[in-house]
T-cell receptor, first 111, second 113 residues
Framework: QKEVEQDPGPLSVPEGAIVSLNCTYS??????FMWYRQYSRKGPELLMY????GNKEDGRFTAQVDKSSKYISLFIRDSQPSDSATYLC???????????FGPGTSLSVIP | DAGVIQSPRHEVTEMGQEVTLRCKPI?????LFWYRQTMMRGLELLIY????????DSGMPEDRFSAKMPNASFSTLKIQPSEPRDSAVYFC???????????FGQGTRLTVV
């Protein structure tokens, strides 16, 4: 079993829709949770970074972590075609530990 | 800053040949990471350096893989001999401190035929 799992998709939504991307993880020692966005033929870029459980909001993006169920979510409001990318969730135990990435979910936002 | 610079962007080589991938991290960053990305296995950490010293190479798949960082502005990942299963996109990333955002290069797409 991989330590971080996510549905690879592809997920296709109309412009303006609310998008929900989800991950599960198996290691209860994970404390730090990240979402990376990767455009086609580019390197990943950090989108959101949270510590422990709770919510974090940044513009149209909200990251949610539920440690009791080992569940990580990313919500995108008012989705735009420019949000079309692969979204990778990632976790680590401590801030000095190596980052474990999920396989990524491919998202297409259709105009 | 130009960001993390990787070369070449694409590499096609024959099985058995030596392949060298290059990376220039962002100036001032003291951590450098090499990742490999495939459809099957996703993004995997191969090795990382701190202040030019290899810290964790447990992700390096085999002895055919080696990485060096001779100075703060340059690192190489070498595969010798290369095999078709090494075909992947190899990313280099750097960050200023261990617990901050890592900035990725654009990757090298390696195809071994």
């Amino acid at each position: 079993q991989k330590e971080v799992e996510q549905d690879p998709g592809p997920l296709s939504v109309p412009e303006g829709a609310i998008v929900s991307l989800n991950c599960t993880y198996s290691n209860s020692a994970f404390q730090y949770f990240m979402w990376y966005r990767q455009y086609s033929r580019k390197g990943p870029e950090l989108l959101m970074y949270t510590y422990s459980s709770g919510n974090k909001e940044d513009g149209r993006f909200t990251a949610q972590v539920d440690k009791s169920s080992k569940y990580i979510s990313l919500f995108i409001r008012d989705s735009q075609p420019s949000d079309s990318a692969t979204y990778l969730c990632a976790s680590m135990k401590t801030s000095y530990d190596k980052v474990i990435f999920g396989p990524g979910t491919s998202l297409s936002v259709i105009p | 800053d130009a960001g993390v610079i990787q070369s070449p962007r694409h590499e096609v080589t024959e099985m058995g040949q030596e392949v060298t991938l290059r990376c220039k991290p962002i100036s001032g960053h003291d951590y450098l990471f090499w990742y490999r990305q495939t459809m099957m296995r996703g993004l995997e950490l191969l090795i990382y350096f701190n202040n030019n010293v290899p810290i964790d190479d447990s992700g390096m798949p085999e002895d055919r893989f080696s990485a060096k960082m001779p100075n703060a502005s340059f690192s190489t990942l070498k595969i010798q001999p290369s095999e078709p299963r090494d075909s992947a996109v190899y990313f280099c990333a750097s960050n200023l401190r261990r617990n901050t955002e890592a900035f990725f290069g654009q990757g090298t797409r390696l195809t071994v035929v």
